[in-house]
């Protein structure tokens, strides 16, 4: 996107102002860094929403309630029970990229290697977007396209509710890239709650080497009430995928994604479910 | 395209600046005269034009420079120079750890945002926290032990 503009907004009230003025024009920005990603014919003004939308991480009954300017890098460096996204954005780009990147950036143009949207589709987190009225939209009702078709002007995303992991529930991720800063070749996200040696409940997201991050439901239905091990993880991983179309690219085949996914999927449950059974993951 | 003004702190000291609104913070210090800040790759991976916002290292090769305004921004020129070098500067040498020396700016940067932030970092707290510099002359390792060798002494 190519800048024409910038203006600041100095509290909430007046970026909505400026951005229902602007209309499509206009462009919420906070870290920016995803505009290296963008056509140059595309002419916008920017809207410095630094000051205007909430940063930060709070405990709010079972959820973690993360302001969208807040960045990567706080999401790396804060610890507390349950909170789980640390070891997502720690993969992410480098440190200078965490500086400056926020969340509300990274989920509200979804590009194909995005690492949160997968997350927070496996967490079942939620959305909340203010504009004349406010609205909360679960993570599959966000991510059931590209999340810019959501927000009118003068909307903003306002609030990330991360649930807080407890006993007996346990997250697994994986992120397969060709270097350590690189973009991911394939992202999986698993959340597990276990019933005993069962598996209760599973959510399985899968991003990168498909067309668009989403939940991978073939594999959660196989696991559902299933007594958990190693071989059960891979079997569901493998023939849930299996009628789920990948993309290949830089060298790589379709099919050799596919497979790639397969293995992270159940390496990340078994991940979530160590955990979940208390374990050190 | 218009030109606009913005005014943030520079090395300490507040300044107002004239700029596009497209244009990037590490194009608008080195038109000023920061040219410590390095251009290497242009897209915010290399880490030679690092500089420290707030506390916190940046690309500035890809951050736009409308919003420094109002913040603080730390370039390599902050640090020191060769009659009084910061002690990350003397490690370096100390260590052999500079070779064509285009990407030390940036690392310093890089560190010296780390040391603020963490007074004793483990190994691989400077890794995780340099991830987004590369050398491709030294092999790393001997920049490492620099910044080691100033966080075992800060520590001390």
């Known amino acids: ?281 | 395209m218009s030109r606009r003004s913005i005014t943030f702190t520079i090395n300490g000291e507040k300044k107002t600046f004239e700029i596009e609104p497209g244009e990037k913070l590490a194009k608008l210090l080195r038109r000023k005269g920061y040219v410590g800040v390095k251009e290497g790759c242009d897209e915010g991976t290399c880490g030679a034009c690092t500089v420290i916002i707030d506390g916190h290292a940046v690309f500035s090769c890809i951050l736009h420079a409308f919003l420094a305004d109002g913040r603080d921004v730390r370039t390599i020129e902050s640090i020191g120079d060769f009659d009084n070098p910061h002690p990350l500067q003397a490690a370096l040498v100390e260590e052999g750890a500079v070779q064509c020396g285009y990407c030390i700016p940036g690392m310093i940067m890089s560190a010296e945002a780390l040391m603020q932030e963490m007074s004793n970092p483990t190994d691989d707290d400077i890794r995780t926290r340099m991830d987004g510099n590369l050398c491709r002359c030294t092999g790393y390792e001997k920049i490492w032990a620099a910044v080691k060798k100033v966080a075992q002494t800060n520590k001390s």
């Open chain 1, 1 to 281: 996107m190519k800048l024409t503009d910038f203006r600041a907004a100095r509290n909430l009230a007046e970026a909505r102002a400026i951005l229902k003025e602007l209309g499509p024009v206009g462009l919420p920005m906070a870290g920016g860094t995803s505009l290296v990603f963008t056509s140059e014919k595309d002419e916008r003004v920017a809207v410095d929403i630094n000051r205007a939308v909430p940063a930060g991480i709070a405990r709010e009954n079972g959820s973690y309630r993360v302001g969208p300017t807040t960045r990567l890098a706080a999401l790396q460096m804060f610890r507390g029970d349950g909170w789980v996204l640390d070891r997502v954005a720690v993969r992410l780009a480098t440190q200078q990229i965490r500086n400056m990147s926020t969340i509300g950036g990274n989920i509200s143009r979804v590009f194909p290697w995005a690492d949160f949207p997968v997350a927070l589709l496996a967490l079942n987190a939620a959305m909340v977007i203010a504009g004349d009225a406010e609205r909360t939209l679960n993570a599959d009702e966000f991510f059931d396209g590209q999340p810019a078709r959501l927000f009118q002007p003068g909307e903003l995303l306002m609030a990330v509710k991360v649930p807080a992991l407890t006993a007996g529930q346990g997250f697994g991720y994986r992120k397969q890239t060709q270097t350590s800063a690189g973009f991911s070749l394939m992202t999986a996200a698993v959340f597990v709650e276990a019933d005993g040696n069962a598996v209760k409940t599973a959510r399985v997201a899968i991003g990168a080497g498909v067309p668009f991050p989403g939940r991978a439901t073939g594999v959660e239905d196989l696991l559902k009430g299933r007594k958990a091990s190693e071989a059960a993880f891979r079997e569901a991983a493998g023939k849930g995928l299996a009628e789920l179309k990948f993309k290949g690219g830089d060298g790589m085949s379709e099919e050799y994604i596919g497979h790639l996914a397969a293995v992270l999927v159940g390496d990340a449950l078994n991940e979530a479910w160590v955990a979940a059974k208390g374990g050190a993951a």
